[in-house]
Structures are given as structure tokens and as C-alpha cells.
């Protein structure tokens, strides 16, 4: 079975531009959540998706937005860059929350 | 809510054992996940432990307490490929993993 895959896999883009991450999951998981990880704070959680519906939510302002296909693919857009959003993106796939499967993530950096 | 605590960073010899611990605070405790993370790599999943007690895998063993919220992870003959992060992250049924902010395992010759 093929992994979780992410694209791009690194972007820059400098403050008040905005951008979309994709993710698309492992066949048969409907569940995709999305993972902020940086040095200073850890892996933070943003979102999940099931079944195109956004089921839980972490604790980001509303400049970090998501959607998920009917696929199960998954983006996930961040509007008015700010330099702190800096950061590893990570997305995972899953069945079950207590294993989730994570992609090799998309570097953002916001200049 | 949520707390979550795990050393920052643990140093250990090659081939020695070194234990990374884990206490948590959650409601609707199902049980505890163990991830390793390598410097620019992906998390991956080590293990899951939903009842007390030990659960080993080859050289990485896994324990819960769940009177006492707390777990460990064992990794036994450090190898210097075990030099990496390690997330614990207590599962609460049908919503997000914390992960916090992890134990950066260096292991030295």
C-alpha cells in the first residue's frame, strides 16, 4: 500500500500570501488530520477530516482553513502569512486515532 | 483539559537501556501511543498501550499505568538509529492525539 503523500514538499512565501497544502491519505482511511510541527512547540494539532466534514479542531485562528474530497484527499490553506507560520506541515491518515500515519510533510517557510 | 509531560532530552550510551517517561492529564482515557520522529523525517508509530502492564516489540517495550497516568518507553541495546524523537500521546476515544513536545533522544558511543 502506498504511504501518506504531501506536495509540495517545501514552499517559501514571504508575509500576507497565502497557500494550499495537499494531502492525500492512505487507500480506505477517511481520516486525515493536519499537524503544525515547529522546534519551539511541538506537533500541534489543526484539524481532522472524516468523510469531507471537519470532526475536531485544534486550537488556530481562522486563517488556517481545510476541506477534504470525497476522495479522501485533503488540503488545507493558510491565508495572510505571518512569519510565524513558519513551520514543518504535517498530515496523517488513519482508521483508528491511536495510530495515525503520518506523511513526509511540507516545509513552509514565510519570508 | 489536556497536560502532557516528557523530559526534553535524554542522553544514553550505545547498547545501554534508556527509559523515556510520560505523565498525562486527560479525560476519557483509552490509552497511550508511542511515536518516533528522526530529524527530518515523518513520525512513525512504535506502539499502543490500552491496558497496565508491559507490551514489548524486539528491543522497544511500552508501559502504562493508568492509576497512576503514566507510561514509559524502554529501548534496550541502543543502536545510534534510535537517536530521534519520541512523542507519547494519550488517546481519549474519537478526538485528537496530543503529542506535546516530545524527548530528543541522543544516543552516544
Known amino acids: 500500500k502506498a504511504g501518506v503523500t504531501q506536495t509540495p514538499r517545501y514552499l517559501i512565501k514571504t508575509r500576507g500570501q497565502q497557500v494550499t497544502l495537499s494531502c492525500s491519505p492512505i487507500?480506505?482511511?477517511?481520516?486525515v488530520s493536519w499537524y503544525q510541527q515547529t522546534p519551539g512547540q511541538g506537533l500541534q494539532f489543526l484539524f481532522e477530516y472524516f468523510s469531507e466534514t471537519q470532526r475536531n479542531k485544534g486550537n488556530f485562528p481562522g486563517r488556517f482553513s481545510g476541506r477534504q474530497f470525497s476522495n479522501s484527499r485533503s488540503e488545507m490553506n493558510v491565508s495572510t502569512l505571518e512569519l510565524g507560520d513558519s513551520a514543518l506541515y504535517l498530515c496523517?491518515?488513519?482508521?483508528?486515532?491511536?495510530?495515525?500515519?503520518f506523511g513526509p510533510g511540507t516545509r513552509l517557510t514565510v519570508l | 483539559g489536556q497536560s502532557l509531560e516528557q523530559p526534553s532530552e535524554v542522553t544514553a550510551v550505545e547498547g545501554a537501556i534508556v527509559q523515556i517517561n510520560c505523565t498525562y492529564q486527560?479525560?476519557?482515557?483509552?490509552?497511550l501511543s508511542w511515536y518516533q520522529q528522526h530529524d527530518g523525517g515523518a513520525p512513525t508509530f512504535l506502539s499502543y498501550?490500552?491496558?497496565?502492564g508491559l507490551e514489548e516489540t524486539g528491543r522497544f517495550s511500552s508501559f502504562l499505568s493508568r492509576s497512576d497516568s503514566y507510561g514509559y518507553l524502554l529501548l534496550q541495546e541502543l543502536q545510534m538509529k534510535d537517536s530521534a524523537s519520541y512523542f507519547c500521546?494519550?488517546?481519549?476515544?474519537?478526538?485528537?492525539?496530543?503529542f506535546g513536545k516530545g524527548t530528543r533522544l541522543s544516543v552516544i558511543a
Open positions: 486527560t479525560s476519557g482515557f483509552y490509552g
Open positions: 487507500s480506505g482511511h477517511r481520516s
Open positions: 498501550n490500552a491496558l497496565d
Open positions: 496523517a491518515s488513519s482508521l483508528d486515532w491511536n495510530e495515525q500515519f
Open positions: 500521546a494519550p488517546y481519549s476515544g474519537n478526538t485528537p492525539l496530543v
